[in-house]
């Protein structure tokens, strides 16, 4: 499996971003996103279903973060709305085989991207 991000980049406070992941190799039954931000654990944002596409957010996370995917291209995007400083933290793709429930866990995905940085000032 690889997954290649792309879409991060400096952004102002209060606007939007759109990340893509790209994805090869054997079909993922869910793929997720998840940050970390220097000095600090890494975090999940959200998970989906590649099956039907039905998401799973961190508690965290619901609101400002939408996860979606286009399965005839193999890519998974995430959409941030409102960036704020605190959303500054390289953005990570991640996917996994087995089955259940896509929350993102990232003890539960094995596969996992270069990851793309996000800097909002």
């Known amino acids: 499996v690889q997954l290649v991000e792309s879409g991060g980049g400096s952004v102002q406070a209060g606007g939007s971003l759109r990340l893509s992941c790209s994805a090869s190799?054997?079909?993922?039954?869910?793929m997720g996103w998840f940050r970390q931000a220097p000095g600090k654990e890494s975090e999940g944002i959200a998970g989906i279903k590649t099956a039907d596409g039905s998401p799973s957010y961190a508690d965290s996370m619901k609101g400002r973060f939408t996860i979606s995917l286009d399965s005839a291209k193999n890519t998974l995007f995430l959409d941030i709305d409102t960036l704020k400083p605190e959303d500054t933290a390289m953005y990570y793709c991640?996917?996994?085989?087995?089955?259940?429930?896509?929350?993102?866990?990232?003890?539960?995905?094995?596969?996992w991207g270069q990851g793309t940085q996000v800097t909002v000032s």
């Open positions: 190799g054997y079909s993922r039954y869910c």
């Open positions: 991640a996917a996994r085989f087995h089955p259940g429930y896509c929350y993102p866990n990232k003890e539960q995905y094995p596969y």
